[in-house]
């Protein structure tokens, strides 16, 4: 099966001043990205928003796949990003937002900043720590997909969630959080204030365990979790392209 209409990667290349990558959710595709990298687009920055290996086709390929290669991609994407552009910022939903704090902790200062929209490093709920037993004997389980406020819009995602994956992505989780304190760089934080997916706790742990000494909180009190697609997509919209005017080297003055 080929890629679904819509899930399909995306790019726009503007200035190499500043360069955008753009990191989408679990189960999820570049859809949920594209407005963003639009606006990003429209702001003059490149922009580069990669499929993740397993997504965007069938829920069963997301199970042939794990964080590592996930992370192989949207890493791939970042050095091609910092060949070419002197300032580059990674943002991400759920997931992304993830794997973007990967970056971070890996890349250090090479990452001017970065932009999490509802980011997930840990699950509360009892089932979690079962993820790798039920991994051998149920491969999917009921969707988390499409968790989105605003009436008519419906999230490019999978009907349900490959249990096998789910088990690799808790792994990441449990590498993000152990590293945090080499996050530095600045951050912006955007989280829903009623989000079904990724419980309030995630925000908290990543605010509190970056080494960053400048973290903006941005609360989204009109959204749920898919806040790029929701109500208060603007609001992520614009205060991305404001943080990245704000953290972006500017270019030397000619004589």
């Known amino acids: 099966m080929g890629v679904l209409a819509g899930a399909e990667p995306f790019g726009h290349t503007g200035s190499a001043e500043t360069g955008f990558l753009l990191c989408h959710g679990f189960t999820g595709t570049p859809a949920s990205m594209r407005a963003w990298g639009d606006h990003l687009a429209g702001a003059g920055f490149t922009v580069r928003c990669p499929l993740l290996p397993g997504h965007g086709t069938r829920w069963q390929d997301l199970n042939r796949t794990t964080w590592e290669d996930w992370y192989g991609a949207v890493r791939e994407a970042l050095l091609a990003l910092l060949a070419t552009c002197k300032n580059v910022f990674v943002g991400g939903l759920s997931m992304g937002g993830t794997l973007t704090l990967r970056l971070a902790e890996e890349f250090g200062d090479r990452i001017a900043g970065i932009v999490l929209v509802n980011p997930s490093v840990t699950r509360l709920k009892w089932d979690t720590r079962l993820l790798p037993v039920l991994g051998r004997v149920v491969p999917s389980v009921p969707a988390i997909a499409n968790d989105i ?90 205060r991305s392209v404001e943080f990245a005017k704000a953290h972006a080297t500017q270019p030397e003055e000619t004589a």
């Open 149 to 238: 406020k605003k009436p008519g819009e419906t999230e490019l995602a999978y009907p349900r969630t490959p249990v096998r994956a789910a088990a690799s992505l808790a792994k990441l989780w449990a590498i993000v959080r152990a590293d945090l304190a080499k996050v530095t760089q600045p951050v912006l934080l955007l989280h829903s204030s009623v989000d079904h997916v990724v419980e309030p706790v995630n925000s908290q742990l990543v605010a509190g365990g970056v080494s960053s000494t400048d973290v903006t909180e941005v609360v989204l009190e009109n959204s749920y979790h898919v806040a790029t697609q929701d109500n208060d997509a603007e609001v992520i919209f614009t």
